[in-house]
């Protein structure tokens, strides 16, 4: 007998009017168990190789012949379950789907075993029908709980699947790591975290995707990253010191998946960069000459620049917990060696000097920003301070400096990163020098014709105009001022007296050691421009009205000191242009040698700067200059830091106050904590400190 949907519908309908509904409730139920019964054998029944196949085929059968239930029992779902507390079709159906196929049942777990073997066998690379395996996990997600309460899919298979997870993944962890690279093992470790995230899209509930994640990091990951990261020929370090830029973001990235893995390999990062920077800090040949050394940090700076460089980022910008360690190395090895301040302004003055010539301005200002940022790094950059303006002003008043704009910008790069206070000196000197060049162009205008005439002849003096506590003059001027040529000296005169008519209260100091001079030398087969200091100047005027002259005489004619002048006539005689004659030969000079004009002198260029030779003492001393002015300067410092802390507190602990004073003043320099006890004990003498007990003070202004 065969009924139409609408008369299936009406007796339904009847059945629950009538109170017929619980005759119709089992009878709903009798005939699910008996069609279940033969679903069950003919799922059983069905071979390995095509079970899948089989459930999805029934299932989706028992899917529609359930919706066609639902369909027909829909008023009496919505009276009789509802009032007696009774499961609605749809659900019984499920329900009894669920208890007599898959839970506790030997179909349920063939259906669990086969889908954890295929996903087994896609691990190892064989292809599956995945499509067949999501209906079969989307099945067991829609089956929803046991009368236990226990959620079918979480229970019956991903408990299961996340324990086949974690052998499986251990296992292929223990081979890996043993036999191949870690590169190989980290390209691996990713494809393999890829490949379970595809899973999960593909088959696999989302419920799944956090704790299959865990277990795939865990087992290749954690368990493994000190074995990974010591590796000895092919671990961490071993990549950063061979530049493997693509495996090290790799390896940073995946370990910062797991606990404690970004953290070793920042401590294993920090630890390379500093062994690096001190093999370059403790190399011997490097300990006397600062461009070696200068190079060899450019070019580390250069390889971790790019290290820490975020390649996900469009402009490559940093990124910031690589880069912590990476600063807080260089900072480190760059502190080690006392002499970093000395030898990067070296390096600067060797640059302005002469290694930017031909270079673009992008390209002058590229080199001049990576030495900013190894000066980033120095902790006392007031010693830096003083050797640069030392070797800036000898640039400036030698007139040997490349690029006044390069000077100027590497000025304001050092403001930005110090503030004005820094540059405060050294915009000075550019001051001076523009101020200068205005003031001799004045003086020049002013001359009249009577002026010019009554001067012995004509040459073309320029004066520097230099305000004291701006220049570092002292130290460059410390052996007394050479006699100057009888010309030079007229013309000297005449401008002092014009710029003391248009300056009043203004005393200049001539100090003129500090410049340079032009000279037209005429040899018997060619003539000569020699660009030479003061003293090689004075020197060789005296051969304009005599050939020859001993030691004596010129010591006497210029009035320059022993060691000075010896250095001079060895520039002049014993260098690479020889403008003099010494007899007897040799390099060095004694008091009873005598200096000829060398007539027969010749050189292809026309002009010709004839180099100083500097004394090692000279620089010894420089250097002992510097440190002396940068202790004195540094005392004032501290008072005023200690001043402005006590003066904010009024009540301070010992150990707190020199931690808060060195806090303030790390920007500038490290101060050791034994100057600012001194510094402490001199105000409290002064009265604007005073203790209230043994480790207590008290702010008395």
Same mark, same amino acid.
């Given at each position: 007998?065969?009924?139409?949907?609408?008369?299936?519908?009406?007796?339904?309908?009847?059945?629950?009017?009538?109170?017929?509904?619980?005759?119709?409730?089992?009878?709903?139920?009798?005939?699910?168990?008996?069609?279940?019964?033969?679903?069950?054998?003919?799922?059983?029944?069905?071979?390995?190789?095509?079970?899948?196949?089989?459930?999805?085929?029934?299932?989706?059968?028992?899917?529609?012949?359930?919706?066609?239930?639902?369909?027909?029992?829909?008023?009496?779902?919505?009276?009789?379950?509802?009032?007696?507390?009774?499961?609605?079709?749809?659900?019984?159906?499920?329900?009894?789907?669920? #208890?007599?196929?898959?839970?506790?049942?030997?179909?349920?777990?063939?259906?669990?075993?086969?889908?954890? #073997?295929?996903?087994?066998?896609?691990?190892?690379?064989?292809?599956?029908?995945?499509?067949?395996?999501?209906?079969?996990?989307?099945?067991?997600?829609?089956?929803?709980?046991?009368?236990?309460?226990?959620?079918?899919?979480?229970?019956?298979?991903?408990?299961?699947?996340?324990?086949?997870?974690?052998?499986?993944?251990?296992?292929?962890?223990?081979?890996?790591?043993?036999?191949?690279?870690?590169?190989?093992?980290?390209?691996?470790?990713?494809?393999?975290?890829?490949?379970?995230?595809?899973?999960?899209?593909?088959?696999?509930?989302?419920?799944?995707?956090?704790?299959?994640?865990?277990?795939?990091?865990?087992?290749?990951?954690?368990?493994?990253?000190?074995?990974?990261?010591?590796?000895?020929?092919?671990?961490?370090?071993?990549?950063?010191?061979?530049?493997?830029?693509?495996?090290?973001?790799?390896?940073?990235?995946?370990?910062?998946?797991?606990?404690?893995?970004?953290?070793?390999?920042?401590?294993?990062?920090?630890?390379?960069?500093?062994?690096?920077?001190?093999?370059?800090?403790?190399?011997?040949?490097?300990?006397?000459?600062?461009?070696?050394?200068?190079?060899?940090?450019?070019?580390? $700076?250069?390889?971790?620049? $790019?290290?820490?460089?975020?390649?996900?980022?469009?402009?490559?910008?940093?990124?910031?917990?690589?880069?912590?360690?990476?600063?807080?190395?260089?900072?480190?090895?760059?502190?080690?060696?006392?002499?970093?301040?000395?030898?990067?302004?070296?390096?600067? #003055?060797?640059?302005?000097?002469?290694?930017?010539?031909?270079?673009?301005?992008?390209?002058?200002?590229?080199?001049?920003?990576?030495?900013?940022?190894?000066?980033?790094?120095?902790?006392?950059?007031?010693?830096?301070? $003083?050797?640069?303006?030392?070797?800036?002003?000898?640039?400036?008043?030698?007139?040997?400096?490349?690029?006044?704009?390069?000077?100027?910008?590497?000025?304001?790069?050092?403001?930005?990163?110090?503030?004005?206070?820094?540059?405060? $000196?050294?915009?000075?000197?550019?001051?001076?020098?523009?101020?200068?060049?205005?003031?001799?162009?004045?003086?020049?205008?002013?001359?009249?014709?009577?002026?010019?005439?009554?001067?012995?002849?004509?040459?073309?003096?320029?004066?520097?105009?230099?305000?004291?506590?701006?220049?570092?003059?002292?130290?460059?001027?410390?052996?007394?001022?050479?006699?100057?040529?009888?010309?030079?000296?007229?013309?000297?005169?005449?401008?002092?007296?014009?710029?003391?008519?248009?300056?009043?209260?203004?005393?200049?100091?001539?100090?003129?050691?500090?410049?340079?001079?032009?000279?037209?030398?005429?040899?018997?087969?060619?003539?000569?421009?020699?660009?030479?200091?003061?003293?090689?100047?004075?020197?060789?005027?005296?051969?304009?009205?005599?050939?020859?002259?001993?030691?004596?005489?010129?010591?006497?004619?210029?009035?320059?000191?022993?060691?000075?002048?010896?250095?001079?006539?060895?520039?002049?005689?014993?260098?690479?242009?020889?403008?003099?004659?010494?007899?007897?030969?040799?390099?060095?000079?004694?008091?009873?040698?005598?200096?000829?004009?060398?007539?027969?002198?010749?050189?292809?260029?026309?002009?010709?700067?004839?180099?100083?030779?500097?004394?090692?003492?000279?620089? #010894?001393?420089?250097?002992?200059?510097?440190?002396?002015?940068?202790?004195?300067?540094?005392?004032?410092?501290?008072?005023?830091?200690?001043?402005?802390?006590?003066?904010?507190?009024?009540?301070?602990?010992?150990?707190?106050?020199?931690?808060?004073?060195?806090?303030?003043?790390?920007?500038?320099?490290?101060?050791?904590?034994?100057?600012?006890?001194?510094?402490?004990?001199?105000?409290?003498?002064?009265?604007?400190?005073?203790?209230?007990?043994?480790?207590?003070?008290?702010?008395?202004?």
């Amino acid at each position: 007998m065969s009924l139409s949907y609408e008369e299936l519908y009406r007796i339904g309908y009847n059945m629950s009017q009538y109170n017929f509904g619980e005759i119709l409730h089992n009878g709903l139920q009798e005939v699910i168990k008996e069609h279940l019964e033969l679903v069950y054998e003919r799922i059983n029944a069905a071979p390995q190789a095509t079970f899948l196949q089989q459930m999805k085929s029934e299932w989706d059968s028992f899917n529609i012949s359930r919706s066609q239930v639902q369909d027909i029992l829909m008023y009496f779902d919505r009276s009789y379950p509802v009032k007696r507390r009774k499961m609605t079709s749809g659900s019984l159906t499920m329900a009894l789907f669920r #208890d007599m196929i898959i839970c506790d049942s030997e179909v349920g777990e063939r259906l669990v075993k086969i889908l954890l #073997d295929q996903i087994e066998n896609e691990r190892n690379g064989e292809s599956i029908d995945w499509y067949v395996v999501s209906a079969m996990t989307r099945l067991l997600v829609e089956l929803g709980a046991d009368s236990q309460g226990r959620f079918v899919y979480g229970h019956y298979f991903e408990k299961r699947l996340l324990e086949a997870t974690t052998e499986y993944y251990r296992k292929e962890s223990k081979v890996y790591v043993s036999e191949g690279t870690l590169s190989e093992y980290m390209i691996r470790v990713e494809r393999r975290i890829n490949e379970e995230l595809d899973r999960v899209e593909r088959y696999l509930d989302r419920c799944t995707l956090s704790q299959l994640k865990w277990i795939t990091e865990t087992e290749l990951l954690l368990r493994n990253q000190e074995k990974i990261l010591f590796m000895p020929t092919t671990g961490f370090r071993w990549m950063l010191r061979n530049d493997k830029y693509e495996d090290i973001h790799r390896t940073y990235r995946l370990l910062s998946r797991v606990e404690n893995g970004q953290k070793m390999v920042l401590s294993q990062l920090r630890t390379e960069v500093i062994e690096r920077g001190m093999e370059i800090v403790e190399n011997e040949e490097y300990a006397s000459e600062c461009q070696p050394m200068i190079d060899a940090f450019l070019v580390l $700076k250069a390889k971790y620049d $790019k290290i820490v460089a975020d390649p996900t980022s469009e402009e490559k910008t940093a990124d910031k917990k690589l880069l912590l360690p990476v600063n807080e190395a260089f900072e480190h090895f760059l502190n080690a060696f006392e002499g970093t301040p000395e030898f990067l302004s070296l390096y600067i #003055d060797k640059l302005l000097r002469q290694e930017f010539k031909g270079l673009s301005e992008d390209e002058i200002e590229q080199q001049l920003d990576s030495l900013i940022a190894l000066f980033r790094y120095l902790q006392n950059k007031d010693v830096f301070q $003083k050797y640069y303006s030392l070797h800036l002003s000898k640039r400036l008043l030698y007139g040997r400096s490349v690029s006044e704009d390069a000077e100027r910008y590497f000025a304001i790069k050092l403001k930005e990163e110090c503030g004005s206070e820094y540059t405060r $000196k050294v915009e000075g000197m550019f001051t001076d020098m523009k101020t200068s060049e205005e003031t001799n162009a004045n003086f020049k205008n002013s001359l009249t014709e009577a002026e010019e005439q009554a001067l012995p002849c004509s040459l073309d003096l320029n004066v520097s105009v230099l305000k004291i506590g701006v220049w570092p003059v002292s130290e460059v001027a410390s052996n007394g001022l050479p006699i100057l040529p009888h010309d030079v000296t007229e013309h000297l005169k005449l401008f002092i007296s014009k710029y003391n008519e248009s300056h009043n209260g203004r005393i200049l100091k001539v100090q003129n050691t500090l410049g340079t001079a032009e000279l037209r030398a005429k040899f018997s087969k060619s003539e000569h421009e020699l660009v030479v200091s003061t003293w090689q100047m004075c020197v060789l005027m005296n051969f304009n009205n005599q050939d020859s002259l001993t030691y004596k005489e010129l010591q006497e004619a210029t009035g320059i000191s022993e060691q000075t002048l010896c250095r001079t006539l060895q520039s002049l005689a014993c260098a690479k242009y020889k403008i003099l004659l010494k007899e007897p030969r040799g390099r060095d000079v004694g008091e009873t040698d005598v200096f000829s004009f060398n007539a027969a002198f010749t050189n292809r260029g026309f002009r010709i700067r004839v180099p100083t030779i500097s004394s090692s003492k000279e620089n #010894d001393k420089e250097r002992e200059d510097a440190k002396a002015r940068v202790e004195q300067d540094r005392k004032p410092q501290i008072e005023a830091a200690i001043v402005r802390i006590m003066k904010d507190r009024k009540t301070l602990d010992h150990s707190q106050l020199i931690a808060e004073v060195v806090r303030q003043l790390s920007p500038k320099f490290r101060p050791e904590v034994s100057d600012i006890k001194l510094r402490i004990e001199s105000l409290i003498d002064r009265e604007f400190l005073a203790r209230e007990n043994e480790r207590t003070y008290n702010y008395r202004a």
